[in-house]
């Protein structure tokens, strides 16, 4: 199904318009570099630049129209920063999601490796949930330099027992797919919680 999205940034944005679902956190995770912001990004590309380059905005809200349904996230962008900031205090990003993506680059076998630990992680801090996570292989236009190959992602997403997707931020492949697949695996969760 075709998508859109529209996005706005602001570090206060609990906000909703009260036509669209709940805002639903969406925490991004993974070693720097493996292209966390880039894959959001595209997501913020229409709205203010000039915040983005700041970094001003680590969470946005981000509205997408999935099978004919509007829904907005909340995403999260984490970097060394903050998750260092975060880790000693009660708001850590592994307590604040409704939902992950972790992200490892394909041309970067220790990302891969620390992706596995995030799951772990992940499951320890929120053992009794069922969150939906999407393991996120990134970079696979750089052909020549893969290091891990989407077998391997895929076998790894099974054994986490969460989807998988392999993108290219810079090439924008399957990056709107990555987005939509999260907010069809929120309203599966949802359903399954309201039946
Ligand atoms: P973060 O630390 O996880 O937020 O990573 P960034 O989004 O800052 O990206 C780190 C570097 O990888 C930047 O130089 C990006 O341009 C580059 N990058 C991100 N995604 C891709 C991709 O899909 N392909 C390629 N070739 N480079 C990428
Ligand atoms: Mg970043």
Do not use: W
């Amino acid at each position: 199904a075709a998508g859109s999205a529209h996005c706005s940034g602001s570090l206060d944005s609990g906000v909703s318009d009260g036509r669209n679902e709940a805002h639903l956190r969406v925490v991004l995770l993974g070693d720097p570099g493996v292209g966390k912001s880039s894959l959001v990004a595209i997501f913020r590309r229409e709205q203010d630049r000039e915040a983005a380059e700041q970094q001003l905005a680590e969470v946005f809200d981000c509205t997408l129209m999935v099978d004919g349904k509007e829904t907005t996230l909340l995403v999260m962008d984490t970097d060394e920063r903050n998750m260092k900031k975060a880790i000693e205090s009660s708001d850590s990003p592994m307590r604040l999601g409704n939902a992950y993506i972790i992200v490892y680059s394909v041309t970067d076998r220790a990302s891969f490796e620390s992706a596995s630990e995030l799951r772990i992680q992940l499951r320890r801090t929120r053992q009794a949930e069922n969150i939906p996570i999407i393991l996120v292989g990134n970079k696979t236009d750089l052909v020549r330099s893969r290091e891990v190959s989407v077998e391997e992602g895929r076998a790894c997403a099974v054994v986490f027992d969460c989807k998988f997707i392999e993108t290219s931020a810079v090439l924008q492949h399957n990056v709107q797919e990555l987005f939509e697949g999260m907010v069809r695996q929120i309203r599966l969760r949802r359903e399954g919680a309201d039946t």
